[in-house]
């Protein structure tokens, strides 16, 4: 009697539980369209591009609209500047200016009404001593990590980034690192995630840049593989764009290396 009892107080709160479930709409607010800014200036001549386009909503498909007709000026900290021209919609151009580490770079963009100033100085360079490639039996497919080589400066912050390009196409993302377990060290980093879509006989195209502290902020609050286009993106990013656009302005130094997986 006491089974049957416990059974039918059982069947009762499960059926009270039933009951009460209902649906529970979320409602999520539409976050206002911002400008995005991708801007980078190299060591050199250039070209120098900034990358103008504008987010979306959440439930809107991942068509990010260009912008044009902007006014987009980079100016160094001698007093030199170029106007950047429009080379194809939403993209701004210029070789007329000098890259040069050591120097700070003041980016301007005025889109209508609006104006965007960032600032960025570019690192010394550090050169990509070695890359090559490692193989590793996983989930039952072959991976093929990379790993770099490089010669930290001894006493300076160092921020580095990594953008890959595999038979010429350029991979989403982008990797981050700083110097603080290796200051002044010969030493080799593990780039994570790059390993995952190379097959033998891919020629991968590595180039390293040398990031200001900024630069380095804005791309660490992405996660591993960094970066628009990496698939992961925080609420709200850092940005060392000001005047309410998100985005960033790159002054780096780089180098290069080219491996074809073995």
Known sequence: MKKFTYVLVLLTALSGMVSCTK???????QAPSKVVIEGELTEGPGPHVVHLSRSVGISDASIFPEVQGAVVVIADDEGNSATLYET????????????????TYNLTVNVGAETFTASSTMPQAVALDT????????????????????????????????????NGNRQEGSI???????????????????????????????????????????FS??????????????????????????????????????????
Do not use: W
């Open 23 to 29: 649906v529970i709409e979320v409602d999520i607010t």
């Open 221 to 262: 609050s992405f996660g591993i593989n960094q970066g628009p286009g990496s698939g992961s993106a925080p609420a709200n990013p850092y940005s060392n764009i000001l005047g309410g656009a998100i985005g960033y302005f790159n002054a780096c130094a780089t180098d290069s290396r080219t491996i074809v997986i073995r």
């Open 176 to 218: 981050v690192t700083n110097d603080d377990l290796f200051d002044g060290q010969l030493t080799e980093v593990f780039l994570p995630g790059l390993g995952a879509q190379l097959r033998p006989g891919d020629t991968l195209s590595l180039e390293m840049q040398c990031i200001d502290a900024g630069v380095y902020e804005y």
């Open 88 to 103: 194809q919609p939403g993209y701004y151009a210029t070789d007329s200016l000098l890259g040069r580490p050591g120097h």
């Open 131 to 166: 890359v090559y490639n490692l193989q590793a039996s996983l989930f039952g497919g072959m991976r093929f990590p990379i790993i770099v080589k490089i010669q930290d400066p001894a006493g300076t912050k160092n921020y580095y980034r990594f953008v890959s390009f595999v």
